[in-house]
């Protein structure tokens, strides 16, 4: 799908606009809980619109020719690369036209109107929302940005395995929340080019394990349903490159439950003042359940990735 020089260039590209996020070591809690190796949370949450989709977003309409940047951006989104696209497009001065799924979260939906978007909601899931985007891009002439299987937005997710590895130069895991699977592709594409040691660790949720089951029956398939209400961790079927990917890169995947969620963005905000999402909070929710746990003396990176009110 892409290579390290995409990544690369998409980081040179997007510099001026995303922000260099800060680490924190996962210290000095009030429970004294020992993961068994030495935990950094990477707060991805604090980037541009709230979530490393920023990264992408911006990516993507940075290429775009000022004729279809005119036309404006369209996306489906289940908040955060809705978010994100928005934000990117205020920054050029473009429109862009946001449908979203019921199970948006409220907050999420607030802030796509500060940013200047308009928004449709369309469906009960993402799948619902995006063929509506499809549809409007058809009809209007809109540029449509897919939140996970376009090849310019995962390198610009990309970009965060970079920075990971400038901060952490020796991280032994790295732990990613899933839901299309676009950033856990270019993160680790980055990563394993140049520390192919690190092992890399996806979280799903039990409600929408699409990679999960895909790498199970060894090929790409659709979920019958899906039953979680994290709207950002959503989708019934990823791509076909998506999946190659994952399955070359990814070492594992695991699985948690909303409440474990839930209950980890709580303790981030309790512990941190952290205002992580559901999906912000996966990697420290794999940690806290036991779904993954580090060796000792290893060095894990647990990504918050998303900003919300979830825990607070």
């Given at each position: 799908?892409?290579?390290?020089?995409?990544?690369?260039?998409?980081?040179?590209?997007?510099?001026?606009?995303?922000?260099?996020?800060?680490?924190?070591?996962?210290?000095?809690?009030?429970?004294?809980?020992?993961?068994?190796?030495?935990?950094?949370?990477?707060?991805?949450?604090?980037?541009?619109?709230?979530?490393?989709?920023?990264?992408?977003?911006?990516?993507?309409?940075?290429?775009?020719?000022?004729?279809?940047?005119?036309?404006?951006?369209?996306?489906?989104?289940?908040?955060?690369?809705?978010?994100?696209?928005?934000?990117?497009?205020?920054?050029?001065?473009?429109?862009?036209?946001?449908?979203?799924?019921?199970?948006?979260?409220?907050?999420?939906?607030?802030?796509?109107?500060?940013?200047?978007?308009?928004?449709?909601?369309?469906?009960?899931?993402?799948?619902?929302?995006?063929?509506?985007?499809?549809?409007?891009?058809?009809?209007?002439?809109?540029?449509?940005?897919?939140?996970?299987?376009?090849?310019?937005?995962?390198?610009?997710?990309g970009t965060l395995g970079l920075?990971?590895?400038?901060?952490?130069?020796?991280?032994?895991?790295?732990?990613?929340?899933?839901?299309?699977?676009?950033?856990?592709?270019?993160?680790?594409?980055?990563?394993?080019?140049?520390?192919p040691q690190t092992r890399i660790?996806?979280?799903?949720?039990?409600?929408?394990?699409?990679?999960?089951?895909?790498?199970?029956?060894?090929?790409?398939?659709?979920?019958?349903?899906?039953?979680?209400?994290?709207?950002?961790?959503?989708?019934?079927?990823?791509?076909?490159?998506?999946?190659?990917?994952?399955?070359?890169?990814?070492?594992?995947?695991?699985?948690?439950?909303?409440?474990?969620?839930?209950?980890?963005?709580?303790?981030?905000?309790?512990?941190?003042?952290?205002?992580?999402?559901?999906?912000?909070?996966?990697?420290?929710?794999?940690?806290?359940?036991?779904?993954?746990?580090?060796?000792?003396?290893?060095?894990?990176?647990?990504?918050?990735?998303?900003?919300?009110?979830?825990?607070?």
């Amino acid at each position: 799908m892409i290579g390290l020089d995409d990544i690369r260039a998409a980081r040179w590209r997007i510099a001026p606009h995303v922000r260099k996020t800060p680490i924190l070591p996962y210290g000095q809690l009030s429970s004294r809980e020992d993961f068994g190796g030495t935990v950094t949370l990477k707060l991805e949450l604090l980037q541009a619109a709230g979530s490393f989709k920023a990264r992408g977003a911006m990516n993507r309409l940075l290429t775009l020719s000022a004729e279809e940047l005119a036309r404006g951006v369209v996306t489906a989104s289940g908040g955060n690369h809705g978010l994100a696209i928005a934000r990117s497009a205020h920054v050029l001065g473009a429109r862009a036209k946001i449908f979203l799924p019921s199970n948006v979260v409220a907050d999420k939906v607030a802030k796509l109107k500060r940013w200047g978007a308009e928004v449709e909601i369309v469906g009960a899931i993402w799948d619902d929302a995006n063929a509506a985007a499809l549809a409007y891009a058809r009809e209007t002439g809109a540029t449509y940005a897919h939140p996970f299987s376009d090849p310019v937005v995962v390198a610009g997710q990309g970009t965060l395995g970079l920075d990971i590895l400038d901060e952490i130069p020796d991280v032994d895991v790295i732990l990613v929340a899933i839901g299309g699977g676009g950033l856990i592709t270019g993160l680790s594409t980055a990563v394993k080019a140049l520390r192919p040691q690190t092992r890399i660790i996806g979280i799903e949720p039990y409600g929408s394990p699409t990679l999960h089951a895909c790498l199970e029956a060894g090929r790409l398939v659709t979920l019958d349903r899906l039953e979680t209400r994290v709207a950002t961790m959503s989708c019934r079927r990823t791509d076909q490159a998506i999946f190659d990917a994952v399955a070359r890169n990814v070492d594992e995947i695991v699985l948690v439950s909303d409440d474990e969620m839930e209950g980890a963005a709580q303790s981030l905000w309790f512990e941190f003042g952290i205002a992580a999402d559901l999906s912000g909070a996966a990697a420290v929710a794999a940690l806290q359940a036991k779904r993954f746990v580090p060796a000792p003396g290893s060095k894990v990176c647990a990504l918050v990735c998303g900003a919300g009110t979830d825990g607070t």
